[in-house]
């Protein structure tokens, strides 16, 4: 069974920062992409952000030269530095990640539980 474990959400003031974490546990045989995405109240799942094994990363044209994604390979962890944050970032964050369970099984869809940002003087 696959978990996807976030941590780091919380309250921060308009211009602060966070960092977001989320760690991919059990019977994995390799994780191609990790991202974030999130829900704020009233609209859609957006994608934030997301990188490939090998590094390459896409973002939301919202969050480009604020937020900044990464990934620990060897952790099987995605991590998401958020800067000058504002209240239009206010949301529940999910991690996701793609990735197959057995060497012959398909890549499959995998989310966390989700972690609440607000940003708010």
């Known amino acids: 069974q696959v978990q996807l474990v976030e941590s780091g959400g919380g309250l921060v003031q308009p211009g602060g920062s966070l960092r977001l974490s989320c760690a991919v546990s059990?019977?994995?045989?390799?994780?191609?992409?990790m991202g974030w995405y999130r829900r704020a109240p009233g609209k859609q799942r957006e994608l934030v952000a997301g990188?490939?094994?090998?590094?390459?990363?896409n973002y939301a044209d919202s969050v480009k030269g604020r937020f900044t994604i990464s990934r620990d390979n060897a952790k099987d962890t995605v991590y998401l530095q958020m800067n000058l944050l504002k209240p239009l970032d206010t949301a529940h964050y999910y991690c996701?990640?793609?990735?197959?369970?057995?060497?012959?099984?398909?890549?499959?869809?995998?989310w966390g539980q989700g972690t609440q940002v607000t940003v708010s003087s």
């Open positions: 996701n990640a793609v990735l197959k369970t057995t060497w012959y099984g398909v890549r499959d869809d995998y």
């Open positions: 059990g019977s994995i045989f390799s994780i191609y992409v």
């Open positions: 990188i490939t094994s090998d590094g390459i990363t």
